[in-house]
């Protein structure tokens, strides 16, 4: 147990990345908030946590996808507001619901062929993917408002069995990221594809048959995807459409990436150490929420911590 431990803290698990930097952290903000303030642990404030923590945890999971294969994606943000717009127009929800997937696999599809096909720059393609998913979404739904379909709200609010549903999202959400990242053949080759890129031989997974241009271009497809899901999720729980609350999800979600252990030049990084990431980006925001800290104060702040996780790997091998 001693062996393994110290085995994890010196990074030598080194696919899976020095995830449990996070957990210390997660660990320590929970002692902290537990001992500075009544409020932090009451049954009522953790379930309002899980409920913040969930649409981050999804987009993250997504953002991992292209991380693994030395990319980013700078357009979730937008397709999280996209996808709360489309769904507010008041169609019904055995409409709406695959036609926000499709669509935001139509994004990703998008961004997958400019970074793989056109050699555009990732951060370049899915930044101005950003723009264009925004500027439509204002034109569908300018100001906050419109109607969500009843059967997004009932699958978010209330519990089932006495569990709050929003734990459900999570579960059913961590067994399908589990599934594509740790217990597929695809999971496998977007590992091979980010470890050769991040080696300097971009090549090294073709000439395994790993077919490199193509799941790099469906880590795009699902990167969008979770991020619909994101969507749909917040959706249900402002009960409108929003063209501002995917805001800045994309720089949380790198933040959580990259705390997690993931590598952001590619091939290193685990679905437990993004999640654990996501929770501490959860727990900072519900404990400086906890201390009345200005929101303007707390996008600096987070700003900051993505300054520094970021700044800690290496711009060379991240092709920054």
Not at 67 to 75: K, T
Not at 94 to 108: D, K, M, Y
Not at 302 to 310: F, N
Request: charged share 10%; net charge positive; with cysteine.
């Amino acid at each position: 147990m001693k062996t393994t431990l110290i085995r994890l803290i010196n990074g030598q698990d080194r696919r899976q990345g020095r995830w449990v930097f996070a957990f210390l952290i997660a660990l320590a903000i929970v002692v902290w908030l537990g001992l500075s303030t009544g409020q932090f642990l009451t049954a009522e404030n953790l379930l309002n946590l899980v409920a913040q923590a969930m649409p981050l945890i999804i987009t993250a999971i997504g953002m991992m996808l292209v991380v693994l294969v030395g990319g980013l994606d700078l357009s979730v943000g937008s397709v999280i507001s996209f996808t709360t717009a489309v769904l507010a127009l008041g169609a019904p929800g055995i409409v709406s619901i695959p036609g926000v997937f499709i669509l935001a696999a139509l994004i990703g599809l998008v961004n997958g062929i400019a970074v793989t096909r056109l050699n555009v720059h990732p951060i370049i393609a899915t930044l101005s993917m950003s723009y264009i998913v925004l500027g439509i979404t204002r034109i569908l739904r300018p100001v906050s408002g419109g109607d969500v379909p009843q059967v997004v709200i009932d699958a978010v609010a209330g519990s089932f069995l006495g569990i709050p549903l929003p734990v459900f999202w999570g579960v059913l959400t961590i067994l399908l990221a589990w599934k594509i990242i740790h217990g597929s053949r695809f999971g496998l080759h977007l590992f091979a594809i980010g470890g050769g890129i991040a080696s300097g031989t971009e090549d090294a997974a073709r000439n395994f048959g790993v077919a490199d241009k193509r799941d790099t271009l469906l880590a795009y497809v699902g990167c969008s995807c979770f991020a619909s899901l994101a969507g749909i999720f917040l959706a249900g729980r402002i009960v409108s459409g929003d063209p501002n609350v995917g805001l800045l999800f994309e720089l949380d979600a790198i933040t959580a990436v990259a705390i997690g252990g993931t590598q952001l030049s590619g091939g290193v990084g685990s679905l437990h150490g993004t999640i654990i990431g996501a929770v501490v980006m959860a727990l900072l925001a519900n404990g400086m929420n906890l201390a009345n800290i200005s929101p303007f104060v707390q996008t600096a702040i987070k700003g900051a911590i993505l300054l520094l996780v970021v700044g800690l790997q290496s711009r060379k091998k991240m092709g920054l």
